[in-house]
């Protein structure tokens, strides 16, 4: 067999699912970075953490209101016969819709314990954001579910750019405040609405189609809402319990230390991405194990990098009042090994329908972080809650490795079984 000449590897490479949506995820993490960037350098300490609170909070709401459904309807619609996609379409119209009230009560409540909720017109933005940052949420993942992954990332990459390129005009003219940089995040979700409408509305509709009512896609998928909520407190708790203990200005530092480190998580994120459906699809535990190890390898790499350039560039972009963020780069950086190992092995167990596993998971790590925020906060401040995070992310990526390897080791003993050869246990 002839070997193929490096060129044409490498234009495979770069054709590949996996390259595709690296080279995406970048380009989003580019431009939610520069937005994080500028409102920190221009709204101030205080505001900037407001914003943060705003977007942390709608995130972990986005997970509650979704009930799993995102990542559940991921698998169904692969399955044979396929949960139809105007049927995904109805039950994500319907729970968007009861979103608003969710939004309206918990949503509230938890913004003004955290300290982000300055005026009552944050409210009322808070409240169309969160519904909209919901619907968008579950088309996405119809998009990836679908196996359209460049595209599910780019639809995340429009409002990015959107919210970006205003703040960036409103600054020129010297209008720029914190009421009118959250009604930028509003039109930002809004302009990835319309986009989503139009790639959804281009997906082949199939002609055979399993009968999931509401009730029983929640049942199957109500197992993915823990896991999804786990997993976003465990990123994204730190930030609420250091608002709610050390104030606005605390988490405006933290979260422009935390935005430069998940930098890191770009590659491994994409990847997993792809990992989830071919899991789905294939129903193998052991696919893409190298270049799991590759991804690993360049997020270390790429995080030793960020070590040596983070102080110069929080001096660069963000100026004197940041930099009580540079020591936390480093214990954030270590953090992010086991974040990529984790959305490697989640995103493979999830394909698999192995959604108790990741939630059991999240929810064991979640409640490692807020016992650990809350003993350290108090006397560390944010170097506390990073390493708390540190400490939380490695129990979580353990788990959801452990549960792997189980999973492998029965279907390898299966197998033997079946096939009539000894195993090591002698069954």
Same mark, same amino acid.
């Given at each position: 067999?002839?070997?193929?000449?490096?060129?044409?590897?490498? !234009?495979?490479?770069?054709?590949?699912?996996?390259?595709?949506?690296?080279?995406?995820?970048?380009?989003? &993490?580019?431009?939610?970075?520069?937005?994080?960037?500028?409102?920190?350098?221009?709204?101030?300490?205080?505001?900037?953490?407001?914003?943060?609170?705003?977007?942390?909070?709608?995130?972990?709401?986005?997970?509650?209101?979704?009930?799993?459904?995102?990542?559940?309807?991921?698998?169904?619609?692969? #399955?044979?016969?396929?949960?139809?996609?105007?049927?995904?379409?109805?039950?994500? !119209?319907?729970?968007?819709?009861?979103?608003?009230?969710?939004?309206?009560?918990?949503?509230?409540?938890?913004?003004?314990?955290?300290?982000?909720?300055?005026?009552?017109?944050?409210?009322?933005?808070?409240?169309?954001?969160?519904?909209?940052?919901?619907?968008?949420?579950?088309?996405?993942?119809?998009?990836?579910?679908?196996?359209? +992954?460049?595209?599910?990332?780019?639809?995340?990459?429009?409002?990015?750019?959107?919210?970006?390129?205003?703040?960036? @005009?409103?600054?020129?003219?010297?209008?720029?405040?914190?009421?009118?940089?959250?009604?930028?995040? *509003?039109?930002?979700?809004?302009?990835?609405?319309?986009?989503?409408?139009? #790639?959804?509305? !281009?997906?082949?509709?199939?002609?055979?189609?399993?009968?999931?009512?509401?009730?029983?896609?929640?049942?199957?998928?109500?197992?993915?809402?823990?896991?999804?909520?786990?997993?976003?407190?465990?990123?994204?708790?730190? =930030?609420?319990? @250091?608002?709610?203990?050390?104030?606005?200005?605390?988490?405006?530092?933290?979260?422009?230390?935390?935005? @430069?480190?998940?930098?890191?998580?770009?590659?491994?994120?994409?990847?997993? #991405?792809?990992?989830?459906? !071919?899991?789905?699809?294939?129903?193998?535990?052991?696919?893409? =194990?190298? *270049?799991?190890?590759?991804?690993?390898?360049?997020?270390?790499?790429?995080?030793?990098? @960020?070590?040596?350039?983070?102080?110069?560039?929080?001096?660069? /972009?963000?100026?004197?009042?940041?930099?009580?963020?540079?020591?936390?780069?480093?214990?954030?950086?270590?953090?992010?090994?086991?974040?990529?190992?984790?959305?490697?092995?989640?995103?493979?167990?999830?394909?698999?329908?192995?959604?108790?596993?990741?939630?059991? &998971?999240?929810?064991?790590?979640? &409640?490692?972080?807020?016992?650990?925020?809350?003993?350290?906060?108090?006397?560390?401040?944010?170097?506390?809650? &990073?390493?708390?995070?540190?400490?939380?992310?490695?129990?979580?990526?353990?788990?959801?490795?452990? +549960? /792997? =390897?189980?999973? +492998?080791?029965?279907?390898?003993?299966?197998?033997?079984?079946?096939?009539?050869?000894?195993?090591?246990?002698?069954?």
């Amino acid at each position: 067999m002839t070997p193929q000449p490096l060129s044409s590897l490498g !234009r495979a490479l770069v054709r590949s699912a996996e390259a595709q949506v690296v080279l995406w995820t970048g380009v989003l &993490a580019a431009s939610a970075s520069l937005f994080a960037v500028l409102t920190a350098r221009w709204l101030g300490t205080a505001d900037r953490g407001v914003v943060v609170v705003f977007l942390t909070t709608s995130s972990f709401l986005m997970l509650i209101g979704s009930l799993g459904m995102g990542t559940g309807g991921r698998v169904l619609v692969n #399955q044979d016969p396929p949960l139809g996609i105007d049927t995904y379409l109805r039950h994500s !119209r319907n729970l968007s819709i009861a979103h608003l009230v969710t939004s309206a009560t918990l949503g509230l409540g938890v913004l003004a314990l955290s300290g982000g909720l300055p005026e009552i017109w944050a409210g009322a933005l808070f409240v169309a954001y969160a519904a909209l940052l919901l619907w968008c949420y579950l088309m996405r993942e119809l998009l990836h579910g679908c196996g359209h +992954h460049r595209m599910a990332v780019v639809s995340d990459v429009v409002p990015a750019v959107v919210q970006t390129a205003l703040v960036g @005009l409103i600054y020129a003219t010297g209008n720029l405040t914190l009421r009118i940089t959250m009604i930028v995040l *509003v039109v930002g979700v809004a302009c990835q609405t319309v986009f989503l409408l139009v #790639q959804v509305h !281009r997906l082949p509709r199939e002609e055979v189609t399993a009968d999931w009512g509401l009730r029983g896609v929640l049942d199957f998928s109500l197992p993915a809402m823990f896991a999804s909520l786990g997993q976003a407190f465990v990123i994204r708790g730190d =930030r609420l319990i @250091l608002g709610a203990l050390a104030g606005s200005s605390a988490v405006g530092v933290y979260g422009a230390a935390a935005t @430069l480190t998940e930098i890191l998580w770009i590659v491994p994120g994409a990847v997993a #991405q792809v990992a989830f459906r !071919r899991a789905s699809i294939s129903s193998s535990v052991t696919d893409g =194990r190298r *270049v799991r190890r590759l991804t690993l390898v360049l997020t270390a790499a790429l995080g030793l990098a @960020l070590v040596g350039i983070a102080p110069w560039a929080i001096d660069l /972009l963000l100026g004197p009042a940041y930099a009580s963020a540079k020591p936390l780069i480093a214990v954030l950086v270590l953090a992010s090994i086991p974040m990529a190992s984790y959305q490697l092995d989640a995103g493979v167990l999830n394909g698999l329908g192995r959604l108790k596993q990741v939630s059991t &998971a999240t929810v064991a790590s979640s &409640a490692v972080l807020i016992v650990l925020c809350l003993a350290l906060v108090p006397r560390w401040g944010a170097m506390g809650a &990073a390493w708390g995070s540190v400490v939380a992310y490695t129990l979580l990526a353990a788990a959801c490795k452990i +549960h /792997l =390897r189980r999973i +492998h080791r029965s279907w390898v003993v299966a197998e033997a079984t079946e096939a009539g050869v000894p195993t090591a246990r002698g069954e």
